[in-house]
């Protein structure tokens, strides 16, 4: 608790800093000294509360006191709190009206918007709160010093104790016998052969995975294999966890071996030199196996690395961890990742803890579907399920009783002796984190059970709370995405799907680690999830963020939303969406408003109060206008309407200087059979002028947007449609002009119009490229396809023509890892020869009207995992040479012609381990997998053809 108020405080002596900076003090000026003497302190107040939180952050820090459990130390340490978010919000007023100060160039302006807005702070109110929060701060530091020394039970150097109770003691019993060990095979298997390679050099083997996952069981259960042992003269297990010192890991290195041997070993009166020394003077002449456990940093283990002898012997050292650097150490070839038990092991797993004497752990039917309810709750992880299985044996085999446990599972891991532990070694990875990372971990924690995190939604939020800070040249966007990778390499996050490229696309969390970060959100007041399903909302006081999963007209009694800086509601929440219409004049400090996939269909004027909105999400909603008053949002980094019925923007939206991210597009063709099966936003007035425009998607070209679009040169991400061909020769200009752009999207306003795209050249490579329209001969020899088209990575080619084979033609794309030919003219033959595409991970051929085979010779596409094959209606057969994919991981041939059908039976795809089809008309299905590929159609319908025979859905 006390580590998440060191960010907390961090946050707001960040933004203190920025207004007391010499520049904004500047701009201050005229409005601070205007014969008022509370408002001249201000800026001194300020300076003095930055100083005071500085020197909290400190004690914090260095006294240890992370893990001490006084009931005086957690009550400062909220109080601590509600004066930093206090501040915030004084900090937030401030910047605001200097902010309009700057924009209105004179104080009476101001004070003519305050009274417009019916705003209801002013300067002298924010400087007198400041003193008082400055005198409250001196206080609270007085205080805490005179209760610590009053109270001799207090301690600040407890955090180590938290550990040493976690750490896996091999031979200790941990209710869990090597009969009952389950889904560990496979890795057993590797490990031990790893320990058998015929190598004599030194090799070290990384066990890697989240907390709770048996890592350390699987390892013990080898290490103490009297087999394996016998091949090595000299073993030591040592637990890395209680010390990063590299002299407490030698000196228990040396515990470990010399107590093998039944020796004494005086490792205390020895300094680190003469422990090394030591250490590889016994290791020298013996073949050893070290077990190193719950290795937290890379650092760490390289340092130890060095004082283990490479003495041609074959030795080995094992390591588990939680984080994906620190495994990398390790060698090609002997790294293993461990992850959740499957279904029927997990299953298995409970039986045997919660029924150890019934005959073949027999689960009696009637208690079945609830141990099958709380099997799911632990989610895969062995040291919940064996924790809690074994805690249901020791209750009475009742239905209620059990059923009653399952509802209070999350409240019994808090708070229950026998489940402590789970909860226990889950957190240490959160303690473990870097301050950088706490908050966006726990904002996780605000998303539904089981729900699809994706990336780029996570990253403009975490940027909109300011969780991101710049470093170097790299954008925001950048470091955020390092924030996010950080995470999924510590197991916090769980990667979902990648895309063609390897990056993240979604992500999810594991069931009980969101519980648990929902438990420490709360604690610490971070954010609040309102979820009324079962009937019961338990709410933090006085909410700062808060996630709406399921919500009632009750709501708007239940909170106080003044102090709201954080609202996400899920399309989940549909039953009463009149509520968020009041939040925009109640909640003034907001700075995220998420309403995605909400039915609502307006906006109110009043979100133009929202000087602190740095986020607006619209997608997926009813919305039909964008009301004036958005013009008045100049803190706002990102808005997002996509698929809305709002395209067009208000007079003055230029005003926006600080936008990062504009989306807005509506669907009109859900068969996705034309070239323009959606419409985009309209280009609005002084467009060029929004400098930080990070993504702009999708928006309609005419001659004045194409000729000023040179003029957004930071821009990134791309998508231009109703292109017409007197627009090419400009827009080619202007796109040589940006030098950050990867990823660009050009469509045509129809399939006759001819894209005039020879002349196209980038300053830098792009990543992903659509060119959606009638090319121009000689589009793919333009310059940019002859410096940059070896480095493209994903393409697609929609609604053109090619003479003769469009394969060859994009042959010299060589590191294409996504290709997409859509609705394109060409040969009736398309031919794949070797060493083609040899890193290729999906293709998508769609509506290919001329094509009538297609063949894969040996050699070529050897990297792909992805086939889709749609809408062929001449394509009688299978490819040919299909069976040489033997990478492919799934495919799919969807409304196809019944004779393709057919022939899928030959056998040629029984190496492809799913297989999935759809005909036009087919209606014996009895599950839609509208999830499973791209979008062709409004209700496909779907059959799998697995590897060993037929399987419906």
């Not at 007198?128 to 400055?134: L, R, T, V």
Request: with cysteine.
């Amino acid at each position: 608790m006390k580590r998440m108020v060191e960010v907390a405080v961090l946050f707001v002596i960040k933004k203190i800093g920025i207004a007391v900076a010499c520049e904004t003090l500047k701009l201050a000026k005229p409005l601070l000294g205007n014969n008022s003497e509370m408002r001249m302190t201000l800026p001194v107040n300020m300076k003095l509360i930055k100083d005071e939180l500085e020197i909290i952050n400190a004690f914090l820090k260095e006294s240890g006191i992370n893990g001490c459990n006084s009931e005086i130390i957690e009550m400062w340490t909220r109080q601590v709190r509600r004066l930093a978010y206090d501040m915030e919000d004084i900090v937030d007023q401030f910047m605001y009206v200097i902010g309009e100060y700057q924009l209105k160039e004179s104080w009476a302006c101001v004070r003519k918007v305050f009274k417009k807005h019916h705003c209801s702070f002013s300067l002298d109110e924010i400087a007198a709160k400041a003193d008082i929060i400055n005198k409250e701060l001196v206080e609270l530091s007085n205080r805490i010093g005179r209760w610590t020394q009053l109270i001799p039970g207090v301690s600040y150097n407890l955090a180590t104790n938290y550990d040493s109770e976690l750490l896996y003691q091999p031979g200790h019993d941990y209710s869990i016998n090597d009969n009952e060990l389950v889904g560990i095979d496979h890795n057993r298997e590797i490990l031990i052969e790893s320990l058998h390679l015929q190598d004599a050099s030194l090799r070290v083997i990384a066990i890697w995975g989240m907390g709770g996952l048996g890592k350390s069981t699987l390892v013990n259960n080898v290490y103490k294999n009297e087999t394996i042992a016998s091949n090595f003269s000299c073993q030591a297990w040592v637990s890395v966890s209680q010390s990063n010192k590299i002299i407490d890991i030698c000196r228990s290195m040396l515990k470990e071996i010399y107590g093998n041997d039944n020796r004494t070993f005086d490792a205390g009166s020895m300094n680190s030199a003469e422990l090394r020394v030591e250490l590889m003077k016994i290791l020298d002449k013996k073949r050893y196996l070290i077990i190193l456990d719950d290795v937290w940093t890379a650092d760490t283990l390289i340092k130890i690395r060095e004082v283990l002898v490479d003495n041609g012997l074959g030795s080995r050292v094992i390591i588990t961890t939680r984080i994906e650097e620190v495994a990398s150490v390790a060698e090609d070839g002997c790294k293993i990742k461990v992850e959740p038990l499957n279904d029927h092991d997990a299953w298995l797993l409970f039986c045997m803890k919660a029924f150890p004497k019934t005959r073949n752990h027999i689960c009696p039917t009637e208690l079945h579907q609830c141990g099958k309810d709380i099997v799911e709750k632990c989610d895969g992880l062995p040291l919940a399920i064996v924790a809690i299985g074994s805690l249901l044996s020791l209750k009475t085999r009742n239905i209620k009783q059990w059923r009653l446990f399952y509802y209070q599972l999350i409240s019994e891991l808090h708070n229950n002796e026998n489940l402590n532990r789970v909860e226990k070694i889950l957190n240490l990875s959160y303690k473990y984190l870097p301050k950088y990372l706490k908050n966006c971990f726990l904002y996780c924690a605000m998303f539904p059970e089981d729900y699809l995190i994706h990336r780029k939604r996570l990253v403009r939020l975490w940027i909109a709370e300011g969780f991101i800070e710049q470093k170097g040249g790299c954008s925001l966007e950048d470091v955020a995405e390092v924030y996010l990778t950080e995470l999924v390499q510590r197991s916090m996050l769980q990667v979902v799907a990648r895309n063609s490229f390897d990056r993240i696309q979604c992500l999810c969390m594991h069931d009980l680690v969101r519980e648990l970060a929902i438990f420490q959100s709360k604690k610490e007041n971070f954010c609040t999830i309102y979820d009324d399903t079962h009937g019961v909302v338990q709410l933090g006081f006085d909410p700062r963020r808060m996630s709406v999963l399921q919500c009632n007209n009750n709501i708007q009694s239940s909170i106080d939303p003044s102090r709201l800086r954080t609202l996400i509601a899920f399309e989940t929440c549909k039953t009463s969406c009149s509520w968020y219409s009041s939040i925009p004049s109640e909640s003034k400090y907001l700075a995220v408003l998420d309403l995605s996939g909400l039915p609502i269909e307006a906006i109110p004027n009043s979100v133009g109060l929202l000087f602190n909105l740095r986020l607006l999400c619209l997608n997926d909603t009813n919305v039909k206008e964008l009301p004036k008053s958005i013009t008045k949002l100049h803190n706002l980094q990102t808005l997002n309407l996509e698929r809305t019925q709002s395209l067009k923007f208000p007079q003055g939206f230029s005003k926006l200087k600080k936008l990062r991210h504009l989306l807005a597009w509506k669907l009109l063709d859900a068969t996705y059979r034309s070239l323009n099966n959606w419409d985009s936003m309209e280009p609005f007035e002084g467009f060029w002028n929004l400098k930080e425009l990070q993504s702009l998607n999708e928006i309609r070209a005419t001659k004045v947007f194409v000729a000023k679009l040179g003029n957004l040169s930071q821009l990134r991400a791309l998508s231009i449609t109703r292109v017409r061909s007197s627009h090419c020769l400009q827009l080619c200009n202007s796109l040589s002009k940006m030098h950050q752009l990867s990823r660009l999207h050009i469509r045509a306003i129809n399939e006759n119009e001819l894209l005039f795209l020879e002349n196209l050249t980038l300053q830098t490579p792009l990543e992903k490229l659509d060119l959606v329209g009638c090319l121009s001969e000689g589009t793919l020899e333009s310059p940019f396809f002859s410096a940059h088209g070896s480095q493209l990575l994903q393409m697609e080619l929609a609604w053109c023509q090619f003479i003769g084979s469009p394969v060859a033609q994009l042959s010299k794309l060589s590191n294409l890892t996504e290709l997409r030919l859509t609705r394109v003219d060409t040969c009736q033959q398309l031919d794949f020869h070797g060493k083609l595409f040899q890193k290729l991970k999906k293709a998508v051929l769609w509506d290919l009207p001329q094509v009538n085979q297609i063949c894969i010779h040996e050699g070529a596409l050897v990297s792909l995992e992805c086939l889709h094959i749609d809408s062929l209606k001449k394509l009688w057969d299978v490819p040919t040479g299909i069976e040489f994919l033997s990478s492919v991981k799934e495919a799919y041939f969807t409304r196809m012609n019944s004779e393709f059908v057919r022939n899928l039976q030959t056998g040629k795809l029984n190496h492809i381990p799913k297989v999935y089809w759809s005909t036009e008309g087919v209606s014996s299905v009895e599950t839609e997998a509208t999830n499973l590929t791209e979008p062709t159609s409004t209700n496909p319908q779907w059959r799998i053809l697995g590897g060993s025979g037929w399987v419906f859905i």
